[in-house]
């Protein structure tokens, strides 16, 4: 497909469990984000990679949450000991950064992983 | 004080009106900016990007960017029921890290 993909698209898990999330970027995208979105709220940023390095994981809440880019084309967020406070929707979007330039950056995102955590 | 700020609405407008949207940020060093459209229970699908002082028009889509006041806004003319959405604010400042609004939401009355 043309556009960004996320798997699963739901996700139903019990508190204190583990739980993945992937996410396939556009082709011959090389930047990757993840972000997560709670009711009424806008998207959070989480966690930014270039290629398969994790340029920016200051918006990772804390280090119950993991990401992997391994072969700088797919990701996996990874969630340890869930809490129901982490239930949302977690966003992946991907970039080409045209240009070259990160200022006119464009991101597009994937339909989304909605979490429950029960 | 919110990094960007949007009122959450709902903005109720009558079909074929103008819909106006604002959205002021807090950082002075934003570079670019973005306006996105959500549908309920969809992911966010890119309207418009500004990165000079002025006007940007695509179709019915107006972006207005004004540094010194630190606000972007987007205007919908002939505003459709098919408008009716969620629209996100999003400011980047240089960085690779976006920062979004909590959103606008907008209703279309036909």
């Known amino acids: 497909g043309a556009g960004v993909s996320q798997t699963p698209s739901n996700k139903v898990t019990e508190k204190g469990k583990y739980v993945e999330l992937r996410c396939d970027p556009i082709s011959g995208h090389t930047a990757l984000y993840w972000y997560r979105q709670s009711l009424g709220q806008g998207p959070e940023f989480l966690i930014y990679f270039q290629g398969t390095g994790a340029a920016d994981d200051s918006g990772l809440p804390n280090d119950r949450f993991f990401a992997v880019r391994p072969e700088g084309s797919v990701s996996t967020l990874k969630i340890q000991r869930t809490e129901r406070g982490d239930s949302a929707v977690y966003l992946c979007?991907?970039?080409?950064?045209?240009?070259?330039?990160?200022?006119?950056?464009?991101?597009?995102f994937g339909p989304g992983t909605r979490l429950t955590v029960l | 004080q919110k990094e960007v700020e949007q009122n959450s609405g709902p903005l109720s407008v009558p079909e074929g009106a103008i819909a106006s949207l604002n959205c002021t940020y807090s950082?002075?060093?934003?570079?670019?900016f973005f306006w996105y459209r959500q549908y309920s229970g969809k992911s966010p699908e890119l309207i418009m990007s500004i990165y000079s002082n002025g006007d940007k028009e695509d179709g019915r889509f107006t972006a207005q960017l004004n540094k010194a006041s630190q606000y972007v806004s987007l205007l919908i003319r002939d505003s459709q029921p098919s408008d009716s959405a969620t629209y996100l604010c999003?400011?980047?400042?240089?960085?690779?890290?976006?920062?979004f609004g909590t959103g606008t939401r907008l209703k279309v009355l036909a």
């Open positions: 950082d002075r060093g934003s570079q670019s």
């Open positions: 979007a991907s970039s080409s950064l045209a240009g070259g330039s990160r200022n006119t950056d464009t991101q597009y």
């Open positions: 999003a400011v980047n400042g240089g960085t690779y890290k976006y920062i």
